[in-house]
Structures are given as C-alpha cells and as structure tokens.
C-alpha cells in the first residue's frame, strides 16, 4: 500500500496507459479521480476500480478548458478532501508531414498536451501549497519528448515542452516539497497509436507490418511494445518517492530506443 490515504488526479485516464495508472494507483491504496474527456468511459473507468473497493470518482474535463479543469479539481476535492498526485497524461496524436498541417491541427495538439498540462498543474498546485502536505506532480511525455520522427512535428513540440514545465514545477514546488517529474514511454499499442499504424502506413506508402517493425520499434534493443504496466510501474515511483531527491528529472522507458 505504497499510496495510502492519497488522492490521485489522473488525466486521460478513461483509457490506455492513464488507466492502467488508476489501476495501480488503486491498487496501492489512493483514492482515484478518473479526469477525462469521455464522461461515460469516466464513469465506467470509476465504477470498475470501485468494484474493486478502491475509492474513485469519474470527472468529465476537457483540459484544454480553464472552467472546466477548475471545476473539476473542486469536485476531487469535494469528494476526496485534497490532492496529493497530479498524472497530466491526457493526449492525442495526429500525423502528417509538416507542410500539410493545418495551423488548427497544430494548435488543437498543443493546447491538449501543453495547455492541458500548465491548466491542471496549476489547479492541483494550488491545493498541494495550501494543504502544507507536499506533491507529486507526473508528465506524460514520451521519447519524442528527447528524440524528433517523421510526420509529428506538433507532438515531439509538445512533448518536449513538457520538459520545460517540469523542470520550473520542480524548482517552484520544492519549498512546498512538491516533486515534478516526466516519463517518457516508447511505443505502448493504446488506442492512440492503434489508430496511427494505418496512417503511417499510408502516409509512407509502406505496410502497417513494416511501419510495426522498421518505423515504431526499429530502435528497441529487442523489437517489443512498451506496455502499459511497464509505463505504470514508474508512475508508481514517481509517485510513491518519499524525497525530493528525485525531481525535474525524465525517465525513458522504450526497451532502448533512444539511450542517454
Ligand atoms: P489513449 O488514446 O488510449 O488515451 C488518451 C485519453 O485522453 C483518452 O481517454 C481521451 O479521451 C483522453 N483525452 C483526449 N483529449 C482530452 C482532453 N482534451 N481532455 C481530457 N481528456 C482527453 O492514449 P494513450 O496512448 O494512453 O496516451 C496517454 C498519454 O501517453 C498521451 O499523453 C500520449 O501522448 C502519451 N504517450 C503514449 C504513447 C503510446 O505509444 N501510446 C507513447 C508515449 C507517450
């Protein structure tokens, strides 16, 4: 129970990687604020870590909306009494070479992964600093938010920034012994990037099978998917360290792709 008697605010979290997050949030004893887009895979997200007998409550949020996020940190603290744990993990992709972006493209996929990610921080920040009880504050990045590939330009940007962010969060929130740290998984076969495989595909003019092997996995030490538990895992050290010894700090967690 390495996170009892805390409250988890997880964006994102009615599917994929952020889900899995709940799940072994849950699991070690925090209370759990499913925060997504999707309200009826929030709720169910929710009502299926309760069967389990964990606290959880499913938030309808768009991140991108300043209204909304703050409604919906007041609602996790109505429910749950205070946050301990931000996870800004909301996020999209879209694909395309640079000079077909639309400017909207590019603006929707910032405002998800950045504004989402400045909204909710600071939001949760807030609550952390007056609650005197320290924090943990965890991005989702990725390995482009080290390393650029084709067709994302807005993406790696985004992921990139994250970096930024947390490193400030870092230096500001450590009188409040609050930590900020970013994870930055590789492939993970969500959704998210279900959806990307028939593209690249076409994009590229290759088969979905070559975009799996040469295009996505090309630079793992042993041609494997991260997973979502592998990228839970260190969600659950971030959140669980008892120091600010491990801060403004990005993990790469690719089975190799992209070494420091
Ligand atoms: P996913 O599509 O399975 O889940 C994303 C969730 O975010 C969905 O439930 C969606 O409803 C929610 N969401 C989208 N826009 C939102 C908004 N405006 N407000 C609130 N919620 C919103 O994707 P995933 O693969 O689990 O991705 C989660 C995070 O992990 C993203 O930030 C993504 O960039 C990052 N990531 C994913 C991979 C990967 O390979 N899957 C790799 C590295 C990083």
Redesign the pocket.
């Known amino acids: 129970m390495q996170l009892k008697d805390k409250v988890a605010f997880i964006?994102?979290?009615?599917?994929?990687?952020?889900?899995?997050i709940a799940t072994v949030y849950a699991r070690e004893g925090a209370a759990i604020v499913i925060?997504?887009?999707?309200r009826q895979?929030?709720e169910a997200t929710a009502a299926e870590l309760a069967a389990t007998g964990a606290k959880a409550i499913g938030v309808a949020?768009?991140?991108?909306?300043e209204a909304?996020v703050e409604a919906a940190v007041e609602r996790a603290v109505a429910a749950f009494g205070g946050i301990d744990i931000l996870v800004?993990?909301?996020?999209?992709?879209i694909v395309h070479p640079l000079e077909e972006f639309s400017f909207a493209e590019w603006k929707k996929l910032l405002?998800?992964?950045l504004d989402?990610a400045f909204l909710t921080t600071r939001a949760c920040l807030r609550r952390m600093y007056a609650q005197g009880r320290g924090g943990s504050v965890i991005y989702?990045?990725?390995?482009?938010s080290k390393e650029a590939s084709l067709l994302k330009a807005p993406?790696v940007t985004?992921?990139h920034g994250l970096i930024g962010l947390c490193k400030t969060v870092a230096k500001e929130g450590a009188a409040h012994n609050v930590r900020a740290n970013v994870?930055?998984?590789?492939?993970?076969?969500?959704?998210?990037?279900e959806?990307q495989i028939p593209e690249q595909a076409k994009t590229l003019g290759i088969t979905e099978a070559e975009v799996v092997r040469n295009v996505?996995l090309k630079e793992t030490v042993d041609g494997e998917?991260?997973t979502?538990d592998d990228?839970a895992r260190v969600a659950l050290l971030f959140a669980a360290f008892p120091t600010n010894a491990l801060t403004g700090q990005s993990l790469v967690v690719s089975h190799g792709w992209f070494m420091q």
């Open positions: 964006t994102g979290s009615a599917s994929g990687i952020g889900k899995e925060a997504d887009l999707n895979a929030a949020v768009d991140v991108t909306d909304q800004s993990n909301a996020g999209i992709q405002a998800i992964h989402g989702m990045g990725s390995v482009h993406y985004a992921k994870i930055c998984p590789g492939f993970v076969r969500t959704p998210l990037v959806k996505m998917f991260t979502t990228v």
